[in-house]
């Protein structure tokens, strides 16, 4: 059988964080409720799968899912095992299910009832650990709460857990992160997340820190400080034994998000709820992303359903699949096997990129080893360039 990883996302949050451009709000009236049906009912329409696949990771994220109570989030869970027992028994078995929560939006009885739940993996949103940026960014919480919450869920059973950390904070030193890195590390994460800000155009963010309001010379600067962050990230994680297994994510071993690593090596994925990618057999699809739209698409207008619930279908040709592989293969540090790569598009990568892959090994950005190719330290600091010189 094969494997599926199924996403299921929750669109709402207490309040924006003034950098995000993520598809959340606010949840207005009974929308919550309203949403949690439309889930349920789309997570039904899944059971034709369960012939083909057994559910292998499951991952709820947002916005903040930790904003429902705990009861909803079982009565989803439930729903999405029954769908799959329904049609075939043992079909639902995830190794993995993981809740993203922020602190603010937890206690201790509701990391009990996700354990009891089947949720084995917490991904907490921290991004700080310093009070004032976390006020500049907008967030509903502060350090210590998070602390509290790590507490609690250390207590309710988890003992695979991620923070997210924001780097590329305007006016962010590296020895303010390092503090942020350093507070994180000590409480134990399996996992840590490191990802650098981006300044999405229509957000609060935008309007007071976008590059073009920055002189060449600030904007230097950020970015030189930018990357002192980024190696000494890597750096001293490495010597307390993270493993980077990708360009922003760092395990202690046996650690790494499996759901994450599906993406990555383009496994099947379905996404549920607005606005969530899925990839079957290398078709691309999503769920429509009005929620509304979402909403209304109820048990009486079931007919055409699946016409109605997916957009932006598209088949990926050998070209684009082979890119893909490529974009996301170099992203992780064991980079690409090259085994399973030619015998997937029944060509010799290795003579295919002849020509890149003497140039990059050249100057060092790249190795052959072990069956793989992956870039090196040096050759991930400038990824994208050496990316786009693969993209046919
Ligand atoms: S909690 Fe996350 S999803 Fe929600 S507004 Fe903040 S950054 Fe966006």
Known sequence: MDRLSVYIHIPFCIKKCAYCDFLSAAPKGSEMQTYKNALIYQIRSLAKLANEYDVYTVFIGGGTPSIYPSEDISDILFELENSFEKVRRGS????????ECNPGTLDYNKLKNYRLAGINRLSMGLQSADNDELKLLGRIHTYESWEKEVDHALRAGFTNINTDLISGLYNQSLDKFATSLEKVERHGMKHISVYSLIIEEGTPFYEKYSVDRLSDEEYEKWEEEDRRIYDYTREILAANGYRQYEISNYAKPGYECLHNLVYWNRGDYIGIGIGAASMIHNIRFSTIS???DYISLNEKACDRYFEKIFNDVSRLSPNEQMNESIMLGFRKNDGIDL????????TSFLEKYKEQVCKWREEGMLKVEGGRVYLTEKGQSISNMIIVDFMD
């Not at 085994?339 to 997937?344: C, G, I, Q, V």
């Open 92 to 99: 639902y078995k995830p190794v993995e299910i993981t809740i």
């Open 339 to 346: 085994e399973s790569f030619d015998t997937k598009f029944r």
């Open 290 to 292: 009005s929620l509304l």
